[in-house]
């Protein structure tokens, strides 16, 4: 039978670590939070467009009833008690979008639970605790109240999970439907997620019944306080990636049922009345004479704008905007999908320009106001993606270049606006000036990161030696002393520095060695940029060889690395004493994780994004502590690397051949005796279907081998000050059964 969820955001997570998130647990967010703000954007945009399911959607007013019960009462007792009028109202506010989002997906839930949990999410919220997540005192209020009512220890443990899980961007129903629903109708509230799945007339019934009655002003602040108290928590971590603040602030449920309202002439939060008066004054203001016309000011770019057959510019000015965003989108995502940064950053600019030349053309032809001006960022734009497509620059000659295309941009937004201010009349304008604003702020950024790759080239300095390994030099840096040598393999955009925790404990009993891949790191580019698992190997044998490092050696593969790990073994097996696979991937992921094949698909989208997006300095917003739970320097080290655009487009380039990696290590079928250690992580474990089939796979490939799992998150193997002595403990069992030629300890 299995044990209660120990995940994070879980009450046994909770218990354990106060809220307090590590850099792994942070880094393990940013995936979900990321595709919740896409979710969100998509989902606001189709209500603007009245696209939404939700106009279609129907769910019965009995579903959304508080179901009546021993608990629920003793819940409203409590709340009513604990809660100001206004976080009450958004109590029932959420137990009743989470109940129609539950009927919508037709989810079979405990309505008393939901209720009792809704009820109670947010009592720890109104009074922090130093150090402390509110929904510890929340959980506490709640364990309260079904001891009172002689609720199920089973029963209890879900309500008060749901509370904890309620406001992680990750909670799915695998986390049960509870904490599903509870997190679903508290997002909908709060920042609007998912509102376009629920019927309009819904969303207002509901916050006619429970007004919001300042919400956005109080919640706003009581969060504040709470990200200020425990500033490792995750409403700090919430508040500085943007998911409560822009979704707050830019929230359509009150903005639609306010909307709502006032056209019905009511008052926000008043239930609707029958008003016999309504339709005579709808009826005079439909039949109102205008004014006459001023002939001191006809004529006015405004008035132009909107008189017959003038056109529509407004319109024309959204369409090109759309064209363009849209198509770069396309372009990017869809039909070169994957592909290498010169090809996605030069078909985004051809898109730009493309909608820039239509804002032209169509003002000319279509109306009296022509935007000739926009010709210019049109030509700019299309030339020098014509440039980036023909050229194919290499990262030293785009790096180079990040010191001419931002003062050049800076220029051309800040004509450009003071050209569509001289011809583009009344509000239209508006609709242009954030678009200008968000090139004058790419400028600015490209300027911000060129002078950080600058200089971080000159801060770090380079540990070890680089050898040439046949048109590249790799970085090696080894220390300690002994038998056999221990050679770390590093995951997918890690670096050398990742192993510090690593390198200093294993170095005190035998040699240990860390290496950056060509493009990671201290190492050179390769000549070609796509390696696969061979050429990747091939480097490694020369670089130990031109080091003069004897082996056999033991090897450590993370991640991805673990893959390198068995590609080396197959080819140079009288070289392998002995193998560590810390969370390792599987040459079988295709086929036996069920999920990963849609994963990686998506990843290569996006990775393939991020190179042009870090030339912007999109990257540098992030804090240190996003990347690595490690000490200084190394953590500063690890940051630097992976922020910058030849770090991203490293991780673009193994990834989109890692496929081929996966076959290559398929040829080793077997270790024999040698002895292998295949440590597993629990966050994995929890959160990959297949993954626990996967590393007993691993674990078979040699007949001396232990498997062992780790309670920590996947980078936490080698960040974490105490899942990284697991990790330790691993590589220093190999060592020693090499040594003695003894049977690993199980």
Known sequence: MNGPPTGLGTLHWVD???????????????????RAHAVNAVGRLSMLVRLNSGRRAQVAPTRLLPPDSVLTRAAQVQAQRLLSPVLLHHSHRTFAFGAALGALENLEFDRELLFAAALLHDIGLPSPVHQVDFTVGSARVARDVAEDVGLSSAATETMRTAITLHHSPNVTLADVPVAYLLSAGAAVDVVGLRSWQLPPDLLASVVAQHPRLGFKREFAAAFRTEAHRVPRGRAKFLRSYGAFDLGHQARPVHRLTRSRSICRGEQPGVPPTLDTTTHERETAMTTTTPPPRNPLTAGTPAQIADEPGRGHIGRIVAASLATGLLGALVL??????????????????????????LLAVLSTRLTSRPQRWALIPAALMGVTGLVLLVLAPANGAL?????????????????????????????????????????????????????????????????????????HRLHLNCVGTGSPTVVLESGLSETSPMWTRITSAVGRTTRVCAYDRAGQGWSDDAQTPLQDGVAIATDLHTLL???????????????????????????????VAGMVLLDSASPDQFTVLPDFAGTYSASRRLLAVLPGLARLGVAQLAPTAAFSDLPSPAADQIRAFATSPRGMRNVRDEHSVLGDAFTQAEALT?????????????????????????????????????????????????????????????????????????LLPR
């Open 16 to 34: 354990r670590t106060d809220g307090q998130l590590s850099a792994a647990e942070r880094r393990s967010l940013l995936r979900p939070l990321a």
């Open 332 to 357: 990017t995502l869809v039909v070169f999908a994957g592909a290498a940064e010169h090809v996605i950053t030069g078909t985004a600019l051809l898109a730009f320009a493309f909608g820039w030349a």
């Open 399 to 471: 790096t180079a270049a990040g010191w001419v295309w931002p003062p050049v941009l800076l220029v051309l937004a800040a004509w450009m606006g003071v050209a569509l201010r001289r011809a583009l009349p009344g509000r239209s304008r508006w609709l242009l000036y954030p678009v200008v604003g968000l090139l004058a702020a790419g400028a600015v950024g490209g300027l911000v990161e060129s002078v950080v790759l600058a200089r971080d080239q000159g801060t770090y300095d380079m540990p070890g030696t680089s050898y040439d390994v046949g048109g």
């Open 545 to 575: 060889d031109r080091a003069h490092e004897p082996g056999p050696y033991v090897l450590v593969g993370h991640s991805t690395g673990g893959v390198y790990a068995q590609v080396y073994a197959a080819r140079y097996p009288a070289e």
């Open 670 to 742: 077997t270790l024999g005796g040698t002895p292998l250690v295949v440590v597993t992580a629990t966050e994995n474990l929890q959160t990959t279907r297949g993954w626990s089939a996967a590393q007993d796979r691993l674990a078979a490939l040699s007949s001396n081998s232990s498997h062992r799992v780790a309670d920590a998150t996947h980078v936490g193997l080698l960040d974490d000050q105490h899942a990284s002595e697991v990790s330790v403990r691993a590589i220093d069992d190999v060592v020693q059964s090499v040594r003695s030629g003894s």
